[in-house]
């Protein structure tokens, strides 16, 4: 007999029976798509096999999204395999958001082919087709795939250490998973395939390139329509197209994964630079930079060619090998040992704009999301270990002021702990983990625990920022690090004048300053705040009699500091203010005979349209209300 007990406390006594029917017997299997049995994730016709916690997976929790995902590319899996023969399986996963399937598909699909597989999937699943779990031997599920004739599958199985593995079935499909699934084709209503892809086997570019197929699913309908909506507006904001449209940046075959910027690119990347220094004077921290090569032995006492050498790139110089680096950090820690540090000078904020070069696989790039030379701000406080706490909790309150105050983002923090591959014992990491468990409750703030995703060398909180669409995106990081000042032997002396060891922290606010870039593109759909807008004012002189005067009207905004631009084209007022309009450019303003007598200018803000005509005067008051943390 089993006692099982839902979260209530409530309970119900089984002798044999499946999850399923516990949850029925305790009212909870309503919307339920699996189940938690003692914290472990079931189907619901798993047998009862002991007793304990039980509780329902709903399909519009995080877990039970997962849960139809992974189910509806199984069911796209075996749509293809009764719309196209002979094709054989690689991996098809749950993703953020949706899903994907690694196939081989005999002649290939385009993106024309969706709807006619999407149709498929609809009529699989109204005929409400079981999903079956069957555990198998290695040796029998290995000869089930070779029957089949799936190199795939074979493969991964042959790599397995695990003596049994589990097979779902669903009619005549069955794929090679751990699960848990949905009961039943029937559960899986609401999803949408969305695109096409390559993907080489494995991620290895000398491996088959197999056909990738995406899609989504969710709990409802309106679930559903409401992230297409949000994929739509994606689309229209897309960084790529608007860099190209608003003349910012480019990527060019000659150089793949690193991107190009332009004048109006440089505006914006230098305002952001320029705040960042300005905003890291005046909260006590000093600026460095390192060099962008440095001896291959460095990178071998700070653990990065042990952890992460397949990542980088190589060089060599006098016939001595260098590696050009992909982090700032032990280049700082050179800074650090350059004097004797006393236990005064501590903390030490060393901040830098550093550029790193890191190797991504090309079928990875993406715009300026993903690339491989990008500018990271970077910044290493050195600080004794009673101010940890203090220097935790700043960093924090400059990532609140940036992202809220200044770009207006929502954020959400994350607390990643150790990993498998980490370097330490286990004291150090309790402590770190503790010390900015400590910081995160101190200060109120609600974070989600990652476990076992920290850095090799320390426990991290991750900052996710959402725009206006609702994605997220990971950009600061905080990483508290006891190995690198154990691996530098780095020390201070301390007020008993002994020597003693820093612990370091790691940051970044922005990250990537190109992705970031990226980020802001998409958030604003280009229409930048006045204070980064690569051009603030444009002046559209209403003819070419007018020409001289918007020629003075600009010298005058450019002597205050405005980024000015005049349009000398030959063209109608009309189109002048819809160019402008396109090119997103906050302030227009339009001079014709009636301002050049006054002395005045008529602007047009991008937003409320036109402010009226004013004299130069209140039109600099105008500019100068606006917000401008530089």
Not at 56 to 65: F, H, K, R, V
């Amino acid at each position: 007999m089993y006692e099982l007990k839902e979260p209530e406390g409530k309970s119900v006594r089984l002798s044999s029976g499946t999850a399923g029917e516990a949850l029925d017997k305790l009212g909870l299997k309503s919307g339920a798509v699996a189940a938690k049995l003692n914290g472990k994730a079931v189907d619901l016709s798993s047998e009862i096999m002991e007793s304990g916690d039980i509780a329902p997976i709903t399909a519009d929790s995080e877990e039970g999204l997962d849960i139809l995902r992974h189910s509806a590319a199984h069911l796209m899996a075996q749509a293809v395999s009764e719309l196209y023969p002979g094709t054989r399986y690689g991996v098809g996963p749950s993703i953020k958001d949706g899903f994907y399937y690694d196939m081989e598909i005999p002649g290939g699909i385009t993106e024309e082919d969706l709807p006619k597989i999407e149709k498929e999937m609809r009529r699989l699943a109204k005929r409400a087709i079981p999903v079956e779990r069957r555990e198998m031997t290695r040796e029998e599920a290995l000869a089930y795939f070779m029957e089949k004739n799936d190199p795939y599958k074979t493969e991964i199985i042959s790599g397995l250490e695990e003596d049994h593995v589990s097979l779902y079935f669903q009619g005549d499909y069955a794929d090679l998973c751990r699960g848990p699934h949905v009961p039943n084709t029937s559960y899986l209503k609401h999803f949408r395939l969305l695109t096409v892809a390559g993907a080489y086997w494995r991620g290895d570019e000398k491996n088959i390139m197999l056909t990738r197929v995406y899609g989504t699913a969710f709990a409802t309908e309106d679930a559903l329509e409401a992230y297409i909506r949000r994929m739509e507006e994606a689309k229209s904001r897309d960084h790529r197209r608007l860099g190209r449209e608003l003349d910012l940046f480019s990527l060019q075959n000659e150089a793949p994964g690193f991107p190009f910027f332009h004048p109006k690119g440089m505006v914006i990347m230098n305002c952001l630079m320029d705040f960042w220094k300005k905003e890291h004077i005046k909260r006590g921290y000093s600026e460095i930079r390192t060099p962008l090569i440095l001896d291959r032995d460095l990178w071998i006492r700070s653990g990065h060619w042990d952890h992460y050498r397949e990542n980088m790139y190589f060089t060599e110089i006098d016939e001595h090998p260098f590696a050009i680096k992909p982090m700032n950090c032990p280049g700082g820690m050179l800074v650090y040992k350059t004097q004797l540090r006393s236990y005064r000078d501590l903390p030490m904020r060393m901040a830098e704009l550093g550029v790193v070069h890191r190797h991504e696989r090309s079928g990875v790039l993406h715009g300026l999301m993903r690339v491989r030379c990008f500018t990271q701000d970077d910044a290493h406080l050195y600080c004794r270990p009673d101010q940890v706490k203090d220097e935790i909790i700043g960093i924090m309150n400059l990532c609140d002021f940036i992202y809220r105050d200044v770009f207006g983002f929502k954020y959400t923090m994350e607390l990643s702990t150790r990993p498998d591959n980490s370097m330490g014992s286990e004291e150090q990491w309790t402590i770190a983990e503790n010390a900015l468990k400590q910081a995160l409750e101190e200060t109120g703030s609600e974070y989600r625990l990652n476990a076992g995703d920290g850095a090799f060398y320390g426990p991290k909180i991750d900052f996710h920022l959402e725009d206006c669409i609702g994605r997220t995106w990971q950009c600061g990081t905080i990483q508290l690090d006891f190995q690198m000042p154990e691996k530098f032997d780095l020390s201070y002396v301390g007020a008993d004048g002994k020597e003693h060891r820093p612990v370091m922290l790691h940051r970044t606010v922005l990250g990537s300053l190109e992705r970031f870039f990226g980020i802001l593109v998409e958030n604003f759909a280009g229409a930048f705040p006045y204070w980064i807008a690569p051009v603030q004012v444009r002046i559209l002189p209403v003819s070419g009699d007018f020409a001289e005067y918007a020629g003075t009207v600009a010298a005058e905004l450019r002597d205050s500091g405005i980024r000015v631009e005049v349009d000398e084209r030959d063209e109608k007022l009309g189109k002048k203010i819809r160019d402008a309009q396109s090119q997103k450019i906050p302030y227009m303003v339009v001079v014709g005979e009636k301002e050049r007598k006054s002395g005045g200018v008529a602007p047009r803000e991008r937003s409320r349209g036109d402010l009226g005509t004013m004299s130069m005067n209140q039109f600099r008051e105008v500019l100068a209300a606006e917000f401008n943390p530089l």
